[in-house]
């Protein structure tokens, strides 16, 4: 940054945009990356599970309003990556809908490929997928939404923050523990409609509520998933946020990274979030 107005300014609107996601994202793309809402251990023996779900924001890895660069990295059990650029656009409406563009700007054969998401604000969820070699949008419904995203580990319902943890599941705490010497509180999940897991369990940083790590249980009580929020840093108003998300599938023994390279939180047009600027090349 050349001033110190512009740091604070990049400072604030990544504050704004990035969590875990998670969550369900994640909370979004998967979701995902969270926004704290509070800090302060102030009454921590006291908060209940609900109220400490409370304190996160979002289960999408970005929230808020503006657009992103970032990378999103896939590696398979041989340990073979390949790397995608994508822009993210991101908007919340006042009555609480939450609109999300991704859009595949690199290598050439993924190009152009879009994923509208449209939820929340009392409306039903509607997630469209655009490839340019099919020339035509498609939209993603039913139990397709829990199917892989695109060769990744999120699913499309965690990847456009389709779900979340305060309205789909119900909360339990359990004893905190510490987590790469941070104080966690830890809270199991119990998903209250249909999922593919039978629970949830999230270590959530007692200092600023943002979750560390969520592991997603199969119906056998076996570890399918865990989302890490990685390299968290201070942004110029002190505050802690994640840079990179992580997703590995540990019975595939895949592995998902996504980093936030650029971000802005300049508005962004509402003609991003319509069917037809899918098509749009």
Same mark, same amino acid.
């Given at each position: 940054m050349l001033c110190e107005m512009r740091r604070q300014q990049r400072g604030s609107a990544k504050a704004a945009l990035a969590r875990v996601a998670a969550c369900a994202l994640l909370t979004g793309l998967l979701a995902v990356a969270c926004v704290p809402l509070a800090s302060g251990r102030a009454? *921590? *023996?006291?908060?209940? *599970?609900?109220?400490i779900l409370d304190k996160i924001e979002g289960t999408t890895m970005l929230t808020g309003n503006g657009s992103a660069t970032i990378e999103l990295i896939t590696e398979n059990k041989r340990g073979q990556q390949r790397s995608n650029k994508l822009k993210?656009?991101? *908007?919340?409406?006042?009555?609480?809908?939450?609109?999300q563009l991704l859009e595949y700007l690199s290598p050439a054969d993924v190009a152009g490929t /879009?994923?509208?998401?449209?939820?929340?604000? %009392?409306?039903?969820?509607?997630?469209?997928l655009f490839m340019p070699a099919l020339g035509r949008e498609r939209r993603i419904a039913g139990t397709e939404t829990r199917s892989k995203f695109m060769g990744t580990d999120f699913t499309y319902e965690e990847i456009s923050g389709g779900s979340t943890y305060k309205e789909n599941y119900k909360a339990e705490r359990l004893a905190d523990e510490d987590l790469g010497g941070r104080g966690c509180y830890v809270?199991?999940?119990? @998903?209250?409609t249909e999922s593919d897991y039978a629970y949830v369990k999230m270590w959530v940083w007692r200092d600023e509520f943002i979750p560390l790590k969520i592991e997603f249980y199969n119906?056998?009580?076996?570890?399918?998933?865990?989302?890490? $929020?990685?390299?968290? /840093?201070? $942004?110029? /108003? %002190?505050?802690?946020? @994640?840079?990179t998300l992580e997703m590995s599938d540990v019975a595939a023994g895949t592995?998902?990274?996504? /980093?936030?390279?650029?971000?802005?939180?300049? @508005?962004?047009?509402?003609?991003?979030?319509?069917?037809?600027?899918l098509r749009r090349r």
């Amino acid at each position: 940054m050349l001033c110190e107005m512009r740091r604070q300014q990049r400072g604030s609107a990544k504050a704004a945009l990035a969590r875990v996601a998670a969550c369900a994202l994640l909370t979004g793309l998967l979701a995902v990356a969270c926004v704290p809402l509070a800090s302060g251990r102030a009454g *921590a *023996a006291d908060l209940t *599970a609900q109220q400490i779900l409370d304190k996160i924001e979002g289960t999408t890895m970005l929230t808020g309003n503006g657009s992103a660069t970032i990378e999103l990295i896939t590696e398979n059990k041989r340990g073979q990556q390949r790397s995608n650029k994508l822009k993210v656009y991101r *908007a919340k409406d006042s009555d609480g809908t939450d609109k999300q563009l991704l859009e595949y700007l690199s290598p050439a054969d993924v190009a152009g490929t /879009k994923l509208l998401s449209i939820t929340g604000g %009392g409306q039903e969820s509607q997630i469209w997928l655009f490839m340019p070699a099919l020339g035509r949008e498609r939209r993603i419904a039913g139990t397709e939404t829990r199917s892989k995203f695109m060769g990744t580990d999120f699913t499309y319902e965690e990847i456009s923050g389709g779900s979340t943890y305060k309205e789909n599941y119900k909360a339990e705490r359990l004893a905190d523990e510490d987590l790469g010497g941070r104080g966690c509180y830890v809270l199991r999940l119990t @998903p209250s409609t249909e999922s593919d897991y039978a629970y949830v369990k999230m270590w959530v940083w007692r200092d600023e509520f943002i979750p560390l790590k969520i592991e997603f249980y199969n119906k056998d009580g076996k570890v399918r998933k865990v989302l890490s $929020n990685l390299d968290l /840093k201070k $942004n110029s /108003k %002190g505050k802690w946020e @994640p840079s990179t998300l992580e997703m590995s599938d540990v019975a595939a023994g895949t592995k998902t990274t996504i /980093k936030i390279l650029e971000i802005s939180d300049k @508005p962004v047009s509402d003609e991003y979030f319509t069917v037809r600027y899918l098509r749009r090349r």
